[in-house]
């Protein structure tokens, strides 16, 4: 989820009354919700047909040098060009781009 995504969307969950589990973790989905862990190493089951992740994107800056010497050329498009994360489309136009460069 994107800083700005997240900014619009919290205001909201508060407004409809959404329940956040800050720092749970995935645990599996069920037919009809799904299980976390919270912090403490409680389990917990949430009824529910659908699951907003909202963790902050985050960059795989070191691929392009750990693919150096392995292929004939990189290019870097899209996040790891920048210190903020991209949203998808970002990411797919730097990719054009370059691909249209060459």
């Known amino acids: 989820m994107t800083i700005d995504d997240r900014e619009f969307l919290m205001p909201w969950f508060k407004e409809k009354g959404v329940v956040k589990y800050q720092e749970a973790k995935f645990v599996e989905v069920l037919d009809k919700g799904m299980v976390i862990q919270t912090k403490?190493?409680?389990k917990i089951t949430i009824d529910c047909d659908t699951v907003v992740?909202?963790?902050?994107?985050?960059q795989n800056l070191d691929l392009a040098a750990k693919l150096k010497g392995k292929v004939p050329e990189i290019y870097s498009v899209g996040s790891?060009?920048?210190p903020e994360?991209?949203?998808m489309a970002d990411a797919i136009a730097s990719g054009a781009k370059i691909g249209h460069q060459i």
Do not use: R
């Open 80 to 82: 790891c060009t920048k």
């Open 85 to 87: 994360p991209d949203i």
């Open 53 to 58: 992740p909202s963790t902050l994107l985050k």
């Open 40 to 42: 403490d190493g409680k």
